[in-house]
């Protein structure tokens, strides 16, 4: 297919598809004369995927190439990909000094039985929270995190399943990108609707008008 | 004190605490003379919170605004705080036709006994969800959020706990802003720390070899 097909069956405009071309986050289409390009259906599975990580995970180009690299590399593995993710998605390191953030992070993995691994995505992504969280006058912020840790022991278990469900390998990749990003988003969303489902039943035990759509 | 303080103890730099201010995300400070201004403590802790939200949320100038404005609305309610940000931090609207999108997550609301409110920002944040997830050939991804409403339920009642446990009504409000942004980075934190620890247990189950860092 043309770009202009391309553009409209990926809802994407065609500015944008040729700055992803440009960035080397879709690969260039098949030349058919010197500037025309013919584009496959693994371009438009592609090209939805970016829109994807860009839109909801809301990633930068940066980390969008990273999260794409891990899909295309030669020695991919699921492990490594989760890894790659992982750093692709976590927030900038914002804690790195904060020793009272640290020492949170710390006590809470040990209490989890989990690994200290100190140098990972995720756990520097925890100690940004936590140093953050202190940073506004929310140093109770830290005591959340065991309810968090109950919470995410199931869901990490469904993580796997999901990647483990996928038919082929490269299938299995994307479940990781699929899972993670919009895993997470899916995640935000359903915590907001539990939380405005409690926080109306409670207003409307108190006072009976309708609460504002949240 | 001067704006070379305040960014000396915000960690902010001085241009972005003159582009916050052009925003009008930060107040004004006390003029002294004609080009020189005094800030309070007042204004560092409103910096911080401004810094928080952009960096570890990574929301939009205009969704700080909406944020900040939920906490100065001279009207504000705790519930009305909870609907402004859930708005704020939603993603863009993204999956307003995907008939099956709707229906998934309508059905999903239903299954949970909570109310369907097709036109609130986590609904349509869902929505947008699960539309992208069909986009990129994951149809069976709606499949996982029965998973994350067991896992939602106890978090939201964590969440209206910690807004419970502040002193003032300004500490309260604060608490929605803290426990939304913070506490949805924390999460895919944490259920990225769980799933790097379940895929590290297997992987060693089968390998010795240690996995690179998650």
Partial sequence: MRIAELSRRSGVPVPTIKYYLREGLLPAGELTSPNQARYS????HRLRLVRAVVEVGGLSIAAVREVLGALDDPEKSLHKAMGTISAAVAPP?????????HEQARAFVERQG???RPKSYAYRALVGVLATAREVGHERFAETLDGLARAARP?????LEYVRGAETEDEALEGVVVGTVLGDAAMAAVRAIARRELSGQRATEDDPCPPPDA
Same sequence: chains 1, 2.
Avoid at 41 to 44: D, P, R, V
Avoid at 93 to 101: N, P
Avoid at 155 to 159: N, S
Wanted: no cysteine; hydrophobic share 45%; charged share 35%.
């Fill in 41 to 44: 259906e693994g371009h438009l």
């Fill in 93 to 101: 390191d914002l804690g790195g000094d904060d020793e009272v953030a």
């Fill in 114 to 116: 989990w690994v200290y």
């Fill in 155 to 159: 869901l990490a278990e469904a993580d």
